[in-house]
Nanobody
Framework: VQLQASGGGLVKAGESLRLSCATS????????MGWFRQAPGKEREFVAN?????SYADSVKGRFTISRDNAKNTVYLQMNNLKPEDTAVYFC????????????????WGQGTQVTVSS
């Protein structure tokens, strides 16, 4: 499985972005998909994941929505009401089996897409 993240950019606080993660292979519901982010000087952190259900980091709950379109082999992260603290490189990841919040549990990673939110 190869992953390609896109959709990042420079926005102002309060605006929205939608990230996409296209996969080269078929990522059926047997794959859990996750979004993570990494800000400069910080560790990679969990943002959201999805399989048959979804979960979110507390910092993004109510603002971000993860979804998937298995027919298009694509996972999305809709980000609304963005804040400067959301600035980071965002990565999508895939693993077979259950959802996880730990980056080390994921076997496949995309290259990352930069999201910058100005105040």
């Amino acid at each position: 499985v190869q992953l390609q993240a896109s959709g990042g950019g420079l926005v102002k606080a309060g605006e929205s972005l939608r990230l996409s993660c296209a996969t080269s292979g078929r990522t059926s519901s047997s794959y859990a998909m996750g979004w993570f982010r990494q800000a400069p000087g910080k560790e990679r952190e969990f943002v959201a994941n999805i399989n048959l259900a979804t979960s979110y980091a507390d910092s993004v709950k109510g603002r971000f929505t993860i979804s998937r379109d298995n027919a298009k082999n694509t996972v999305y992260l809709q980000m609304n009401n963005l804040k400067p603290e959301d600035t980071a490189v965002y990565f999508c990841a895939a693993r077979v089996g259950l959802r996880s919040v730990r980056p080390s549990d994921y076997d496949h990673w995309g290259q990352g897409t930069q999201v910058t939110v100005s105040s």
